[in-house]
């Protein structure tokens, strides 16, 4: 490290702290990367942590540059990764909490994505011609067989499956693919 005139430091001479940044970078870094245990966290925290000890020089009482500087990269570090934990069982807790991830394999805003998509095709399907819209609801929306839908509306399955042909014929027709993506 270069020998930095500690009292321009201080009084925050532009260039004496761009030359203790060049010198003290790579150790404020090695510093928050002990702490953090991640390359892209420690490189953040190293800017944040030059902006703190800069608005802190004034208070510098030439105790030791090098010890100082640690004290605050490492307490900033820690205080780093103490909000990363609390935002990690923040977010545990939110999805343990949604009714959207019960088995915890989607996120909640692919979840809540889907919820929100098929809410807007439920009031789409409304459009539908009738003899359409409750074939196709029974097939889709209430994942019915072809069987089971012949038997609760007494169709006959060719007409189950004509129906369905043709309300996504509709849908296709009156439809803009883009809206439901």
């Given at each position: 490290?270069?020998?930095?005139?500690?009292?321009?430091l201080?009084?925050?001479?532009?260039s004496?702290?761009?030359?203790?940044?060049?010198?003290?970078?790579?150790?404020?870094?090695?510093?928050?990367?002990?702490?953090?245990?991640h390359?892209?966290?420690?490189?953040?925290?190293?800017?944040e942590?030059?902006?703190?000890?800069?608005h802190?020089?004034?208070?510098?009482r030439?105790?030791?540059?090098?010890?100082w500087?640690?004290?605050?990269s490492?307490?900033?570090?820690?205080?780093l990764k103490?909000?990363?934990?609390?935002?990690?069982?923040?977010?545990?807790?939110?999805?343990?909490a949604?009714?959207?991830?019960?088995?915890?394999?989607?996120?909640?805003?692919?979840?809540?994505m889907?919820?929100?998509?098929?809410?807007?095709?439920?009031?789409?399907?409304?459009?539908?011609?009738?003899?359409?819209?409750?074939v196709?609801?029974?097939?889709?929306?209430?994942?019915?067989?072809y069987?089971?839908?012949?038997?609760?509306y007494?169709?006959?399955?060719s007409?189950?499956?004509?129906?369905?042909y043709?309300?996504?014929?509709?849908?296709?027709?009156?439809?803009?693919?883009?809206e439901?993506?």
């Amino acid at each position: 490290m270069q020998e930095i005139d500690v009292q321009k430091l201080v009084q925050q001479d532009s260039s004496v702290f761009r030359l203790f940044i060049r010198s003290y970078q790579h150790y404020i870094y090695q510093l928050a990367y002990g702490v953090l245990r991640h390359e892209k966290d420690a490189e953040d925290a190293v800017q944040e942590i030059l902006l703190k000890i800069y608005h802190a020089l004034p208070g510098y009482r030439q105790e030791g540059l090098k010890t100082w500087v640690r004290q605050i990269s490492v307490r900033h570090a820690i205080d780093l990764k103490r909000k990363r934990t609390r935002r990690t069982d923040r977010d545990d807790d939110l999805e343990k909490a949604s009714p959207y991830l019960h088995d915890g394999k989607e996120s909640l805003d692919a979840r809540l994505m889907e919820q929100m998509r098929n809410d807007y095709l439920r009031k789409r399907l409304k459009e539908l011609p009738e003899n359409y819209r409750v074939v196709i609801h029974a097939f889709y929306i209430d994942e019915k067989s072809y069987e089971e839908i012949a038997q609760e509306y007494n169709l006959e399955l060719s007409a189950v499956k004509m129906r369905l042909y043709r309300g996504r014929q509709w849908m296709k027709k009156n439809w803009r693919e883009d809206e439901f993506r």
